[in-house]
């Protein structure tokens, strides 16, 4: 309860105080990139309730909403390659914390064609919690192609969670642990745009 309490006031404090940055690369985008500034996407969620996740486009309108590590580099755009070196484009996933559909900590949501990946988590029971936009296997650069040593860790982080592990997995993130979504070249990460 305390952790969903930090949640809505670390989302609505970052909405607000980077309302400026998001205007701006919103309007950049708009300008300089084809299709919407924003990128929706369905993932599985608590219980495995699927909610539509929101975060810059990165890539040419025409890319199929399938795991990064199946997508052509090439479909990167050149401006989409700063969103995500800088992990801007995770940003607009601030507004699902606040609605409720994920936590900042948590484990990274999936797609709902990453069965293997679902059926290890339901395994480990890691559908109890919210998905967050970082979390232990994100610092320890633990990505979606190895879904049994992913759910382990995501497994892991759950049952030792506090209130000041949370705050060190965001701390740690902001610091450039972790990386952002990696595409292309077989095998690295399997999350979607």
């Known amino acids: 309860m305390i952790i969903r309490l930090f949640d ?3 989302s609505l404090f970052g ?27 369905l993932r599985v969620g608590r219980d495995k309730k699927l909610f539509t996740l929101i ?15 199946e997508v052509n580099p090439a479909q990167v755009t050149r401006w ?11 940003l607009p996933q601030l507004w699902n914390v606040l609605r409720g559909d994920m936590s900042l900590v948590g484990p990274r ?3 709902p064609t990453q069965t293997e990946l679902i059926r290890a988590r ?14 232990l296997a ?4 633990i990505d979606m192609s190895t879904p049994d040593l992913l759910a382990n860790t995501d497994a892991e982080m759950i049952r030792t969670m506090s209130l000041r592990k949370y ?4 701390v740690r993130t902001i610091c450039g642990s972790g990386f952002g979504d990696r595409v292309g070249k077989g095998g690295q990460k399997t999350e979607g745009r």
């Open 8 to 10: 809505i006031i670390l």
């Open 109 to 111: 949501p999936c797609l």
């Open 167 to 170: 705050f060190k997995y965001i």
């Open 80 to 90: 989409g390659h700063l969103l995500r070196k800088t992990k801007i484009d995770e």
């Open 55 to 69: 975060k810059f486009r990165t890539m040419k309108p025409e890319t199929g909403s399938v795991g990064t590590h």
């Open 15 to 41: 909405l607000i105080f980077l309302s400026p940055l998001f205007f701006g690369v919103f309007i950049f985008s708009y300008l300089f990139q084809q299709g919407s500034p924003l990128f929706r996407q």
């Open 122 to 135: 339901e395994k480990m029971g890691v559908f109890t919690v919210r998905p967050g936009i970082t979390g």
């Open 138 to 141: 994100q610092i320890q650069e």
